[in-house]
């Protein structure tokens, strides 16, 4: 059985967090089953691309202290009719998720699928 390479950073973190991330890795591999999985400990991120370039990450999980963002790059221009998205930058948003009903969220699979459809992936 091969080593989960995301183990190093998330063993950094509470089991609660550590549980949300598990959680968000499956609902993203569902969704965007044609993504790469890359581990950047120094950002403390798992990022998913379409490609081999940074430019190509479609989303990326990143742990915080007490929750896990839910972080789409291109998050400016996703519809988000239920204002689930948050942040102030030039392009990237992400969703707050504190706990299992944030990730089994039908808003928050919806931009997941709506992210995988504008990066050709559905």
Same mark, same amino acid.
């Given at each position: 059985?091969?080593?989960?390479?995301?183990?190093?950073?998330?063993?950094?973190?509470?089991?609660?967090?550590?549980?949300?991330?598990?959680?968000?890795?499956?609902?993203?591999?569902?969704?965007?089953?044609?993504?790469?999985?890359?581990?950047? !400990?120094?950002?403390?991120? =798992?990022?998913?691309?379409?490609?081999? @370039?940074?430019? +190509? %990450?479609?989303?990326?999980?990143?742990? *915080?202290?007490?929750?896990?963002?839910?972080?789409?790059?291109?998050?400016?221009?996703?519809?988000?009719?239920?204002?689930?998205?948050?942040?102030?930058?030039?392009? !990237?948003?992400?969703?707050? =998720?504190?706990?299992?009903?944030?990730? @089994?969220?039908? +808003? %928050?699979?919806?931009?997941?699928?709506? *992210?995988?459809?504008?990066?050709?992936?559905?």
């Amino acid at each position: 059985m091969t080593a989960d390479p995301a183990e190093p950073l998330l063993k950094k973190l509470s089991p609660e967090v550590r549980f949300l991330a598990q959680q968000l890795r499956a609902k993203v591999k569902d969704v965007m089953p044609g993504t790469t999985e890359k581990v950047h !400990l120094g950002w403390g991120a =798992i990022h998913y691309s379409a490609g081999g @370039k940074m430019r +190509d %990450v479609v989303v990326a999980v990143h742990p *915080q202290r007490a929750y896990v963002n839910l972080e789409f790059g291109d998050g400016v221009d996703l519809p988000d009719p239920a204002h689930r998205l948050e942040g102030t930058g030039k392009r !990237l948003r992400h969703v707050k =998720i504190r706990g299992t009903p944030d990730v @089994k969220d039908p +808003d %928050v699979r919806r931009l997941l699928e709506e *992210q995988a459809r504008r990066r050709g992936l559905l």
